[in-house]
């Protein structure tokens, strides 16, 4: 798959989204229904003749339908993307679909009695005008490219990085931002070629057809983020950014440019529970004290051990986790060797929690939140279990359908005495309970 292709399938939703939300009615009586009158297929409309996208019945034939082909400027088959079509019928708007482009960038799908109107979803092209299309007949559509971000991702001494993934995102304090505003560009994230370049396409206002006319008129595009940032990674490397505008100006000649570091050596570790023992479900994130969005994560492995790649030089904090409680903290230089103490002990009793529903009957599939469990669901006996949970008080979320409930678990220490032991809870949907010992009627 080339990289047009995969660029125009992860942008087709956030296009589509944007061409829905230009035909979205715009007058108050029109979103809130009031005036609506019934027409004489069953269907309502507004009572000033706009009404914007209707998932309303359409006087659809299956003998009719629209086909044609889409090109670019130099004539070439637009592939990887995908045409909304719409119906414009006695001043209504309605959806008919959306059909994909095929590799000659050829489409066919449904008409209507009425106009039949096309919106491009893609990654790099648009409209070159309005189209509307005549069932019957093959249509040639032309687009235009859009503007485009040009970048790079290379090492200081400027060699390319292959395969970085780069994500971009709004930059800046986070209260100083819009939360409105949409991001500009067609992808949030991309990954650079053999010669660590990256291409993507910033949004543009779609050209106003005939169905945006009569869904209330051509609409301006929603606000835009304008200060950005463009986050790169990569396998061997730091981290690396670098802030933008939304009006950059770059070429293929003078692209963005991310610099990487080369990774510094590992940061490695051990991590121990206040009874000695390795912690089961561990891991250890290092942040960056230079350079604050820098993360990286590591687990700890069945002795308590750790390693921490992809670290640029400089200073780290380090966090080491597990089932959501925080158990020890330092910081440290690139390339030490750090012993953490964990504040709890590793070995705690397995914890088994059994969902019943109002009834009383094992709750087969009830998903469990909280403590050691993420999401976990229940078996055929209503039973979930983990072993080694951490001492100390949780709160267990049990779901099943629109049903929900809440129960606060102590869980206690490990008995020396009895290391086989398991602190069991019950969850009975509409009415919990947690005992430690044989659950009744069980």
Not at 43 to 71: F, N, P
Not at 122 to 150: D, F, I, K, N, Q
Not at 278 to 299: F, I, K, M
Request: negative net charge; proline residues 8%; glycine residues 12%.
């Amino acid at each position: 798959m080339n990289t047009r292709t995969w660029l125009g399938l992860l942008a087709t939703a956030v296009l589509v989204g944007l061409a829905v939300w230009s035909l979205r009615p715009r007058d108050p009586a029109a979103r809130s229904g009031a005036g609506a009158q019934p027409m004489a297929d069953g269907t309502r409309a507004g009572a000033r003749g706009g009404g914007g996208v209707r998932a309303a019945e359409v006087d659809v034939d299956a003998s009719i339908t629209v086909r044609g082909e889409v090109i670019d400027a130099d004539g070439q088959p637009v592939t990887g993307g995908a045409l909304l079509l719409r119906c414009l019928k006695a001043d209504r708007v309605s959806v008919l679909g959306t059909v994909r482009l095929d590799d000659d960038g050829a489409f066919e799908g449904p008409g209507c009695r009425g106009q039949v109107c096309a919106t491009l979803s893609h990654a790099a092209e648009s409209p070159a005008e309005p189209w509307v299309l005549r069932p019957g007949t093959a249509s040639v559509l032309r687009t235009m490219s859009l503007a485009r971000l040009w970048g790079e991702v290379v090492t200081p001494s400027g060699e390319p990085v292959e395969a970085a993934r780069v994500i971009f995102a709004p930059s800046g304090p986070a209260d100083e931002r819009d939360p409105t505003a949409l991001m500009p560009l067609a992808t949030r994230s991309t990954t650079t070629d053999a010669d660590g370049r990256f291409v993507v396409a910033w949004i543009a206002r779609p050209p106003c057809g005939p169905c945006e006319e009569a869904a209330g008129g051509c609409a301006e595009l929603p606000p835009m983020v304008d200060a950005l940032e463009a986050i790169a990674s990569a396998p061997g490397h730091a981290s690396g950014r670098v802030a933008f505008d939304a009006q950059v100006d770059t070429s293929p000649d003078a692209p963005l440019r991310v610099t990487l570091q080369i990774a510094a050596d590992l940061l490695t570790g051990q991590l121990l529970g206040a009874d000695g023992h390795a912690y089961p479900r561990a891991y250890v994130l290092a942040r960056s004290l230079d350079r604050p969005r820098e993360q990286r994560r590591a687990e700890v492995d069945a002795d308590g051990n750790f390693e921490i790649d992809g670290l640029g030089p400089g200073r780290y904090a380090l966090r080491a986790l597990q089932d959501g409680v925080e158990l020890a903290t330092a910081e440290a230089e690139t390339g030490a060797d750090v012993e953490l103490s964990g504040s709890v002990d590793a070995h705690g009793p397995d914890l088994e929690v059994t969902v019943l529903d109002e009834d009383g009957r094992y709750a087969q599939g009830a998903i469990v939140d909280g403590g050691p469990f993420r999401g976990t669901k229940t078996d055929m006996k209503g039973k979930v279990r983990m072993v080694s949970a951490l001492p100390g008080s949780v709160t267990l979320r049990v779901r099943l359908g629109p049903r929900s409930e809440r129960v606060e678990v102590e869980i206690p220490q490990l008995d020396p005495e009895d290391p086989a032991h398991s602190h069991r809870v019950e969850v009975r949907l509409g009415a919990s309970r947690s005992p430690d010992g044989p659950l009744p009627g069980l």
